[in-house]
Structures are given as C-alpha cells and as structure tokens.
C-alpha cells in the first residue's frame, strides 16, 4: 500500500474571519518581520509611495507575528540616556527629543503598536543594528542599563517613554559590532524585571550564521533567550549556499539550541532578505524559501519559522511575507498512515489543537487533494470523506477552510501554482503563487492581470 499523508491548513482567506490568539512562541510555523529602517526607501529612493508605513499598516492581516522595531543604536547618547532612529517614521531630527537627550519622541506610535499587539503579535525593541554604538564596560553598567529599557520600553514608569503608554513584548540583541562582554548581566536583568509582571516578556538575538557568533556567542551561552532569528544572508553560510554541505549550517544552531542553550526550548529562525535589494548576498525566491524552510522544519525540532528583513522590502515585493507565513502554516497531521484506516474524530480534534480553536466552525470543510484536483467536502458528512479515501491511493493532503468566507474563483475545484493562467471576467490572469479559492484582481493580489483576452 502507498503511505497516505495527512496536513491541514487553514487560508489566508479564512484566518482573517477567526479570532486572533496570542503569539505561541513555541510554534514552527511563526514568521519575524524586523521593521523601522525603511530598506526598500533605502534602495527605491524615488519610489516614495512604497516606502516604510507606520508600523500598524503591517498588522493589519495575518501575516507577521512578530515585529522587532529597528532601531535603539546607542546606548548612552546624550545625558547618558539611549538613541533610538526609525528611519522615515521618527527620529531625533524629525521629531524632536526629550530634554537634555537625544532620546526621539515617538508617542504618536503607541496606538499603532497597542493595535498590533490586540491582533496577536509581538512588538519588541531591537538593539543594536549595523551601525549600533552598543557595549558595556562593567557588569553594573549592564545591569542598571536593563532598568532603563525596562522603564523606558517594557513594563516600568519613565516620564520619557519613548512610544507613551505602549508596554512592549521584550528585547532582540541584533549586536555586529564591538564588544558583547556584560551582556549576560544585562539580560538576565530584563529577566529578573519580567518575572514578576504580568505579561510574559521575550529575548531574541540576531546572530550571523557563521557558528558560533563573532559577536552574540558568547551572551548567547550564557543568558536565557526564546529565541535566535539567524542571519542566513550576507555570509557563506547563507540561503544561497544551502545546497553545499560545507556552507549551510543549521545543524550547528540545532545543536546549540539542544546542548548549548541555557534555554533548551529556545527557537531557531531561518532569517532572510525579503528581496533581492534587502542584503547583499542570501536572497531566494520565495518557492525556494519555503521549501528550504519546510525541509529544515522536517528534520530540526528547534525550527521556530523564519524572520525577514524587513517588512517594506517584503512589502515591495509582492508580499513576500505572505507568501512565506501561507506555506509555513502547512501543518503535518499524520505521516505513514496505510491506507484505507482514516480515524476522522481524531484528525478533527488534531486540527482543533493545533489551530488552538475552542470548536471548528459548523461550517468548516474539508478540500481533499488528489493529484492537482481539490474536492470540497463538508466537514458534516464526513462518511463520505472516508469514502473518497478509501478508493484514492493516490490521496496527498487534507486541507480546512472555512466556507462562511465568499469563495469566487474560475473553478473552484482547482489549485493553482505560480504560473498558471486562467481566463476571468474577460481578462488573461497569470498565478503568482500557489493559490486556492482566490479570486482574480481581489484583495489577496494573488493574481497578474494580464489585460484583455
């Protein structure tokens, strides 16, 4: 007998009609998008129209789960209070300082992040960067520097918090440069802060691929961290190596994660350019990104999803983040399953946990793939799911949606992949992704309208 494989997935479509849930760090399907520097502006200088949003404009699906701000890149600025620059949104110049500090004021930002935290993600403050003046002297330097993010961005009082009232989610150390002796101490204080409050905090770091670390390895031994988004790009070791057994190395941070880590649970992230003017090495297609990802997420337990810089290049490149999260929330059910024993109350119940669903919606339905064609089956009727299986060696997938959403598509039967094309409403449409129940020219931009036919 063939083995059978079982995944489920819920669409794009349908997760916007769902309630939003809490960012679960333990998951291997999140996807990390760093935002605040404005590279796509960076490199489309005359394309102002796309350039960096507000970082609500990025919320507004559900694409991203978490969103480190870049930058806080000094330290101690002026009157020993840190810098912080976000590019085309709010800087020192552009928006002014609190007095005696070159600290910017960039409270009109709280009820941008507050929104983006109500649809389920993650903000957190990303230290360092490229250019980042960002070490410590002394042990105590460290520690007292932790009070200050902690009052500034987090869970403390400061009368000069950078984005008011908003509370932050915690800290990403993104450190390529200088020194990183005393970092443990400043860690494990944001650590002491965060263990009595009333959110969880989370620390994250932006290592190099080339393990260990030039800079982070050292903290990254000593502290406590949730999770590590791994810079495949830029370097050797990058995405465009990852068929040379000699240059890709995730094994190595899947070894760190296991036997290194303070964190034994900590998340490793595969992180990429967004596009191709993002960095200046390491950038793949998306369909090679996300076999890359799926593989890496078969064979390391300590895969936690993949991080993009950064959201205006993703953005700018046709969505290239929801292209990447729609694969990623592929989730294996069962494998090696012989047919024709299909437990259905079981594979409903699995989808219910991993989609952390109180109960399924009563019109929830179930698109069977076999070969390239997709049959909708009503969740309801499932004897006759069973039934289909049973005649079907050839059966591949189980996928759910939820049919409350308006389903207008050329044939509602059909999958379709990146470079198909389909005749709707008198105009040539050409695929850009994989695609299900996507109507051309809507919302989705899943389709290139390719004029009159």
């Excluded at 349908?14 to 809490?22: D, E, G, K, M, Y």
């Excluded at 230290?127 to 070490?135: D, E, N, V, W």
């Excluded at 437990?343 to 699995?350: C, E, G, I, M, N």
């Excluded at 050839?394 to 044939?411: G, M, Q, R, T």
Aim: net charge negative; glycine share 8%; aromatic share 14%.
């Amino acid at each position: 007998m063939s083995p059978l494989w079982l995944a489920s997935i819920v669409s794009a479509l349908s997760l916007s009609a769902l309630q939003v849930h809490a960012f679960d760090n333990s998951r291997s399907d999140n996807l990390a998008v760093y935002w605040g520097q404005n590279s796509y502006g960076a490199t489309h200088t005359n394309d102002v129209a796309n350039w960096q949003h507000s970082i609500g404009y990025y919320c507004q699906d559900d694409g991203i789960d978490a969103l480190p701000i870049a930058f806080l890149n000094v330290f101690s600025s002026t009157g020993g209070e840190p810098a912080i620059n976000i590019a085309n949104i709010c800087s020192p110049d552009g928006n002014g300082v609190f007095p005696g500090t070159s600290l910017a004021q960039c409270q009109f930002l709280a009820s941008d992040i507050e929104y983006c935290q109500s649809r389920g993600k993650i903000v957190t403050i990303s230290l360092g960067g490229a250019t980042g003046a960002a070490s410590f002297s002394s042990a105590a330097q460290a520690t007292a520097f932790g009070d200050t993010i902690w009052n500034l961005f987090l869970g403390g009082t400061s009368s000069m918090r950078p984005f008011g009232d908003a509370v932050l989610d915690g800290i990403d150390l993104d450190i390529e440069g200088g020194s990183t002796a005393y970092f443990d101490s400043f860690v494990n204080r944001i650590r002491q802060l965060a263990s009595g409050a009333s959110k969880r905090y989370y620390v994250t770091a932006a290592p190099q691929c080339p393990y260990p670390d030039a800079y982070l390895g050292t903290v990254l031994n000593q502290a406590s961290f949730d999770a590590v988004y791994v810079q495949f790009y830029n370097n050797w070791c990058g995405l465009q190596n990852y068929n040379n057994i000699y240059a890709w190395d995730y094994s190595s941070w899947d070894t760190w994660a296991k036997t290194v880590s303070v964190n034994p649970n900590v998340k490793v992230y595969i992180g990429a350019p967004a596009s191709s003017t993002a960095a200046g090495a390491g950038y793949v297609d998306a369909t090679t990104l996300v076999n890359i990802a799926l593989a890496t997420r078969s064979q390391y337990s300590s895969f936690g999803g993949v991080m993009l810089w950064d959201a205006s290049q993703a953005y700018g490149n046709n969505r290239y983040d929801l292209q990447i999260k729609n694969a990623l929330r592929l989730q294996l059910v069962y494998t090696d399953l012989e047919r024709p024993y299909v437990d259905f109350a079981q594979l409903y119940h699995v989808a219910q946990l991993q989609y952390d669903f109180a109960e399924l919606d009563l019109y929830l339905e179930v698109v069977v793939q076999y070969h390239t064609v997709f049959h909708r089956v009503s969740v309801l009727h499932h004897a006759s799911v069973l039934d289909y299986i049973s005649h079907n060696q050839h059966f591949a997938y189980l996928y759910f949606f939820d049919s409350d959403v308006s389903h207008e598509h050329p044939d509602t039967d059909v999958a379709y992949v990146g470079g198909n094309q389909v005749s709707y409403n008198g105009h040539l449409w050409t695929a850009k992704w994989w695609s299900y129940n996507d109507v051309p020219g809507g919302l989705a931009g899943v389709w290139t309208d390719n004029g009159a036919c």
